[in-house]
């Protein structure tokens, strides 16, 4: 006889041999079953609607099918899991017994709602069904029920719209037909003289449903399905089937999305804001989401359902208007808006329902907002409480930050603009440029080097790439929660929306406000901060937080600047990376340093060649016949590289500073037309055609992997030798200043992938430094390190670290090096990369980290374990990347260095980092 321990573990076995088929439904309403834990398995709205439930909000029953169906559907080629059928069938039962109704019931039905929700909400990707249940028997058992025939047949209306559109694909064919539906819709509305939807009688409403399930069996040859299980099959399709559409696609793609999350679908009990005068739709934020104040916000809609209050068909009233018209509402809405905050510890997006009276929840999630926004709400929400500062620092999307710094209108501009027209503010920043009238024109537009703004009725995800392309988006119609107010409080864009005195009509391509007419191609100003537009084209200014940065104003003087600076004290006291700036002058280092730069972390000497006559004294070393010429050419160089430096330690204030030496390959110093070489011979007083055979000599197949970098100091140990002397030169007299500043300069040789062409140069920078001091009778605390941007730097990172004080990562070179790309071509083929997903993001921009990022793991690791003091940075673009800063403080790096203005969202991303390593 098996012992019991035996007979356990066989039933064990077996157990996992016919495993339990997994949950694929979950419960909301008076039994729920998820949380908002649960985002990736029941999305984002599932997951929220499951914990509103929890907390006793009123929202309406339904369930779930989780993201796991979505991904399995998709893998098994659009097939459902087996178990997933039956599944649906028991939620449905939990749903009419919650509701007492039944679903296709003839006397008491029961309707759906059918919504899909991803992890991460994607406004406007994905179709919601409403009223699914009704067909031509269940739409008069709602009519007595309701006693109402023009609210339920309203309701059928509706759903047979959505229904064939969604699900059975009949939209228009061409650019320039008009929606289907809605011209059906339109011509019955101008027969019967209505021009809103709800004043449609019972009558007209029958009137348009017989048109519409005409229209979808002439399109489809199939007709409207009166079988309501097959409404409900066809809806749960048509959500799973959008995820992959082309809209959504396009958003996944913008927004780093991964295709293998899926959508869920929620199956919801229908509530009705369409039944009469006591009832009501809407949508509120719990704060202004454009610049963060604690005030309710929102709008909503008498007699209405669903999407009506966004469509921007009717104009909604401000949430203020609700105390009026329906006070009790209000009141329970106000406490509502103070629940969600507490409970979600953030401002809430959501929307809700009011049927005969009743107060129900459809939606919360944390509501986007614009960087202003996000700061302020930070800053205000830490004070009362409701969040502690570490979750103050990590609400704010990092590249958000950099939106507190951009241009505003210059006020003496706009005294003399002239004002058009105002809207609402929904983008806030200053934006100035060409009208278009659509999407593709825009992207033509900006193609050319154009700025412009799309301006726009109303904007659909049809007009994502226009939006995407445009510096500002203005619209005619529609509210605070519109798409295009949505959609460009994401971006970060400037927005204004709802501008109903402006008139947009697209047959003509004008845009007018009164008397005032513009055409397309005419510029346009929009201040997205107040909400005004000006016609022509309107100077800008630094932004506040910039006027103070650069002394212009005073700190006292700014709540935003004040907002600002609280977060980015947060964010130093919580980060452990330091944080420098690519610089290389004096003016670009000052403005890095107010922005918080602790160093230079690359300055790049090529670039102080060029100016004036040094391009010539530059030229002359280069093209030099001998060793002697070009020392003598070199010296004439030194006196101004001195200067430079000298500048640029006095700005620096004894914070440190990374020179690299000349880097690029020398013929882009060189002349290239006729007319320039001719100058240059003269200059010389040597022959042109000498000019043109040194340069015909100095020509590379490759330069980028050419004589170049190290290779070029190797070549021509002088030239180092003169960026030596001048660092050395340039520390000596700062440091002879009366006024007592300190130097710390960071010598860095580029393109390092050999020990020994690194002891090659050390060795001359090291003698050069001692030559100097003892000339100068000075010590100066110096460091010599070097770029690890080829490969095998990376891999022999042990033995460069014998002799590096230093490494600073150049990933612009490395990842071309490693990828074997140039950043320069790149450009033809990395968009198809990113639509087959083969390389998602541009490795230029985010850091390539299973491939240059384990080489950079792997140059970390090498130098620490022969030099455990090695400090460690990084001086590509993705230094001011937040997502590759991410990477950096998990590989362990000191510092990152980024272009001046990007260092408060280096700060920001550094201090997230670290809070969420911590975590
Ligand atoms: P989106 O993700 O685009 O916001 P939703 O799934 O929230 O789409 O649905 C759009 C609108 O449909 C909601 O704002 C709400 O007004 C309406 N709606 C959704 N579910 C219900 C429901 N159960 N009862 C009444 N209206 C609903
Ligand atoms: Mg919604
Ligand atoms: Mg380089």
Not at 89 to 96: Q, R
Not at 188 to 201: A, F, H, R
Not at 631 to 660: H, Y
Request: one cysteine or more; glycine letters at 8%; proline letters at 4%.
């Amino acid at each position: 006889m098996p012992s019991k321990k035996t007979a356990k573990k066989a039933k064990k076995v077996a157990s996992k041999r016919a495993p339990k088929a997994a949950k694929y439904v979950y419960s909301f309403g008076k039994k729920t079953d998820g949380n908002a834990k649960m985002k990736n398995l029941l999305g984002g709205k599932g997951a929220n609607l499951a914990e509103m439930a929890r907390i006793g909000l009123p929202v309406p029953g339904g369930f779930t099918i989780t993201t796991d169906v979505c991904v399995e559907y998709y893998k098994n080629g659009r097939v459902y899991p087996a178990a997933l059928k039956g599944q649906i069938a028991t939620a449905i039962k939990i749903c009419e017994k919650e509701s007492g109704k039944k679903f296709g019931d003839q006397k008491n039905p029961l309707l759906f709602s059918v919504r899909s929700g991803a992890r991460e909400s994607m406004p406007g990707m994905m179709d919601t069904i409403l009223n699914l249940g009704l067909n031509d028997k269940t739409v008069e058992a709602l009519k007595v029920k309701s006693g109402n025939g023009r609210f339920a047949y309203d309701c059928y209306r509706r759903f047979v719209q959505m229904y064939g559109d969604v699900v059975m694909g009949v939209q228009s064919r061409t650019e320039n037909e008009p929606d289907p539906f809605e011209h059906a819709l339109h011509l019955v509305k101008k027969e019967v003289g209505v021009t809103i939807d709800s004043d449609l009688t019972e009558e007209n409403n029958k009137e348009v449903i017989k048109r519409f399930q005409k229209l979808i069996k002439d399109r489809t040859g199939g007709a409207f399905p009166q079988d309501v299980q097959k409404q409900l099959d066809g809806a749960v399709s048509a959500v799973f089937n959008s995820w992959e559409n082309e809209r959504a696609t396009l958003y996944r793609q913008k927004y780093g999305i991964p295709a293998e999350w899926g959508t869920a679908v929620n199956v919801q009990l229908m509530v009705f804001g369409n039944l009469g005068d006591t009832s009501a739709t809407g949508v509120a934020f719990t704060r202004d989401p454009a610049n963060g104040e604690n005030v309710f916000y929102g709008e909503y809609l008498i007699n209405a359902q669903g999407e009506d209050v966004v469509a921007g068909v009717r104009t909604p009233f401000p949430i203020a208007q609700l105390a009026d018209d329906m006070p009790k509402s209000h009141k329970e809405l106000s406490v509502v808006r103070k629940k969600l905050e507490k409970h979600f510890g953030d401002v809430q997006d959501f929307e809700f329902t009011i049927e005969d009276g009743k107060l129900y929840m459809l939606q919360t999630r944390n509501g986007k907002r614009t960087g202003l926004a996000a700061v302020r709400i930070a800053v205000e929400m830490t004070k009362q409480r409701l969040m502690t500062q570490q979750t103050a620092v990590t609400k704010i999307p990092a590249d958000q930050i950099s939106s507190l710094l951009v241009p505003i209108f210059d006020t003496n501009a706009i005294k003399k603009a002239k004002l058009m027209a105002t809207g609402l503010p929904a983008g806030p920043g200053a934006a100035s440029g060409k009208i278009v009238f659509n999407a593709a024109d825009a992207e033509k537009e900006v193609a050319l080097g154009n700025s412009v703004v799309l301006c726009r009725e109303e904007t659909s995800p049809e007009d994502l790439r226009g939006m995407i392309a445009s510096d500002g988006i203005l619209t005619s119609r529609g509210g605070v929660s519109s798409h295009a107010a949505l959609v460009a409080r994401q971006m970060g864009k400037v927005c204004i929306c709802g501008a109903s005195d402006i008139h947009i009509d697209y047959a003509s391509a004008t845009l007018t406000a009164g008397k005032i007419v513009l055409k397309e191609g005419d510029s346009i100003s929009i201040d997205g901060t107040t909400g005004e537009i000006f016609a022509g084209s309107v100077a800008t200014a630094p932004s506040e937080v910039s006027q103070v940065l650069a002394g212009k104003m005073k700190a006292e003087k700014s709540y935003t600047f004040q907002m600002f600076n609280q977060i980015m004290k947060w964010s130093d006291k919580y980060r452990t990376m330091g944080v420098r700036t690519n610089a290389d002058s004096p003016e670009q280092s000052k403005s890095a340093v107010s922005m918080g730069a602790e160093g230079i972390g690359l300055c790049r000497t090529e670039h102080m060649f060029f100016e004036g006559d040094r391009i010539s004294y530059m030229r002359e070393m280069i093209l030099a016949p001998s060793v002697a010429a070009r020392k003598a050419a070199l010296k004439k160089l030194l006196p101004f590289q001195r200067k430079d430096f000298n500048g640029l330690f006095k700005a620096m204030e004894g914070r440190p500073v990374t020179i690299r030496f000349l880097d690029p390959p020398l013929h882009e110093f060189l002349p290239h037309d006729d007319a320039s070489r001719r100058d240059l011979a003269e200059h010389l007083g040597v022959s042109p055609e000498i000019v043109s055979d040194r340069v015909r000599a100095l020509h590379e197949e490759n330069p980028m992997l050419g004589h170049r970098g190290c290779r070029l100091g190797i070549s021509y140990p002088e030239i180092t030798e003169m960026q030596a002397r001048a660092v050395f030169e340039a520390a000596a007299q700062v440091l002879k200043l009366k006024r007592k500043i300190k130097v710390k300069p960071e010598i860095m040789i580029p393109l390092v992938g050999f020990k020994d062409e690194l002891d090659n140069q050390v060795a001359i920078v090291h003698r050069v430094a001692a030559e100097v001091q003892k000339a100068k009778g000075v010590k100066i605390d110096y460091l010599v390190g070097t770029m690890l941007e080829v490969p095998r730097a990376c891999v022999t990172s042990a033995e460069i670290a014998k002799t590096a004080q230093f490494f600073s990562f150049g990933t612009n070179d490395l990842t071309q090096t490693t990828l074997g790309m140039s950043r320069d071509d790149a450009g033809s083929f990395l968009s198809k990369y990113k639509d087959l997903d083969i390389i998602p993001q541009n490795p230029f921009a985010t850091l390539d980290q299973e491939g240059v990022g384990s080489l950079v793991k792997q140059g970390v690791d090498g130098g620490k374990s022969t030099n455990p003091d090695i400090k460690l940075g990084i001086c590509g673009e993705h230094g001011g990347d937040p997502a590759s800063i991410k990477f950096c403080h998990n590989a362990g790096l000191s510092y990152v260095s980024c272009s001046p203005n990007r260092v408060p969202v280096a700060r920001l991303a550094a201090a997230q980092a670290a809070i969420e390593a911590e975590a």
